[in-house]
């Protein structure tokens, strides 16, 4: 089973925002958070369990 990645960064917004990723798939993202303790619980709520958090210090790309 592949590694589920949580990434999380602060938007140019101010807002924060974080995407996961299954292996080296992109699985989805959430925006609009207050911190990155929001991003988290925001996951954590839409039933998504990661393996670990990175931290950026910028928005990734987009894959597709």
């Known amino acids: 089973m592949d590694e589920v990645i949580?990434?999380?960064w602060k938007a140019?917004?101010?807002q924060w925002a974080g995407r996961i990723l299954?292996?080296?798939v992109e699985d989805g993202r959430v925006a609009g958070c207050t911190s990155k303790d929001d991003?988290?619980?925001q996951v954590l709520e839409a039933g998504i369990e990661f393996d670990r958090v990175e931290m950026l210090g910028s928005m990734p790309p987009v894959q597709g």
Do not use: K, N
């Open 39 to 41: 991003v988290e619980h």
């Open 12 to 14: 140019a917004s101010g």
């Open 22 to 24: 299954r292996g080296d």
């Open 6 to 8: 949580l990434q999380i």
